[in-house]
Each structure stands twice: as C-alpha cells, then as structure tokens.
C-alpha cells in the first residue's frame, strides 16, 4: 500500500472486552513500532518487531498487552479484559530498515473504552 | 528507561519571530530524530541528526545535536503559520533496545 494503514480507525468497547488493533505497515518495511498516545502528549512506546522478532516490549503497560507480527508484515495488537484507562490512540509506525530510520506513521485507532 | 525532556512545552510567538525548543536528556543518544506532528495526524520526520556537535538545515529549520550526544536543538528563523504543531525528539538509547519520545513542544505561530 502508499502508507501504514490501521483499523478500525475508531473502537468503542466496553470495559472487560477483549480488542484487536491491526497495523499494516508499508510493503517490505522491517520494523514495525506500536505507540499509544494522549492528546497533547508525545507517542509512548509499547513495543516494535524487526521482520516477525519481538525486540522490545519493555514498554507494554501490563500482560493484557500483547502484539505479535507472525510473518514479518501485519501486526496486531491484543488488549485483554480492557479497563477504562486503555482509553487512548493506538498509533504504528514502519521503518524501511531497523535502527534511527524515519518512521512512518498510520492515521491511529482511536480506543474508547466504556 | 532513557527518558527525553523538552522545554518549553508550550511557545506561542508572532510570525516573523525567532524561536529555539530544546530537547535533554541525562543519558547518551546514539541519535536523535525530529517529528512534527498536526492535529489529527501522525508524526512527520524533520531530521536524524547522528554525530555529536553535528548541524543540519533544512529551510529555516536548524538542528543542532549537542557534542555528548545527550541534547539537541531546534532552531526556527522567521516562524510562519504553517510552522504551528507540536514538536517531538525522539530516539534508539545507545544500547538500540529503547526508542522514546519526548513530550514535545506545542507551538503556535500567530499571523
């Protein structure tokens, strides 16, 4: 595709629910970063794969986050039993290599939990 | 956790006005990049800067990445309305394991 898509663009779920948040990075970018972010804040780093490796999820707020990137190209990010504090936009970004290359981003899943 | 603090958090000048945001941190970077980032949308790469002391222009935009790699600056000659968003640093630590972000400056530019 021309960008990273995310989807849904927009979850309203109630509170215990489970969700799936899907990235679909750029054709042939290796890394793959997941960020949730505040408004007025800057992303917060959850957890990013080079190609289908898990690198770093020192930054998953908890076990009911999880992400996996099975082959190398869609990830997905779980939330189990989500709590109201979940709230918030979920935002990926790919890279074309791993390490300080730009990163570009989707348009984000906006997560509402009620 | 390496953390990035940047300073002010919030600049509203008139345009024309000069401006510097910073971005510090306590530990050494391997390299720092510069997001803007519009309401509504994803963060937009500015510049990577990698060598310390190293400086790099891109129009009226100036960054400057501190010679212990650990602070950098963005420099905005004659700031003009487009120029309004919010401004993030963001990078590897010197380990490659940890990507962050600040928490940016949100900056207005009147007309």
């Known amino acids: 595709g021309a960008g990273v898509s995310q989807s849904p663009r927009y979850k309203v779920t109630k509170r215990g629910q489970d969700v799936a948040l899907r990235c679909d990075p750029i054709s042939g970018h290796v890394s793959l970063y997941w960020y949730r972010q505040a408004l007025g804040q800057g992303p917060e780093f959850l957890t990013y794969f080079n190609y289908e490796a898990q690198q770093d999820k020192s930054g998953l707020p908890n076990d009911r986050f999880s992400a996996e990137r099975p082959e190398g190209s869609i990830s997905t990010l779980t939330i189990q039993r989500t709590e109201q504090r979940d709230s918030a936009m979920y935002r990926c970004?790919?890279?074309?290599?791993?390490?300080?290359?730009?990163?570009?981003f989707g348009p984000g899943t906006r997560l509402t939990v009620t | 956790t390496q953390l990035l603090e940047q300073s002010p958090q919030f600049l509203s000048i008139q345009e024309g006005e000069n401006l510097t945001v910073y971005c510090n941190s306590s530990s050494v970077f391997s390299s720092l990049q510069w997001y803007r980032q519009e309401p509504g949308e994803g963060p937009v790469l500015l510049v990577t800067v990698v060598t310390g002391g190293e400086v790099k222009k891109l129009k009226r935009l100036t960054f400057q990445f501190g010679d212990a790699r650990k602070d950098s600056s963005l420099h905005i000659t004659a700031a003009q309305p487009g120029d309004t968003g919010l401004y993030l640093c963001?990078?590897?630590?010197?380990?490659?394991?940890?990507?962050?972000f600040g928490p940016g400056t949100r900056l207005s530019v009147l007309p």
């Open positions: 963001a990078g590897f630590d010197n380990y490659g394991q940890n990507f962050v």
């Open positions: 970004a790919s890279s074309e290599q791993a390490g300080a290359y730009e990163q570009y």
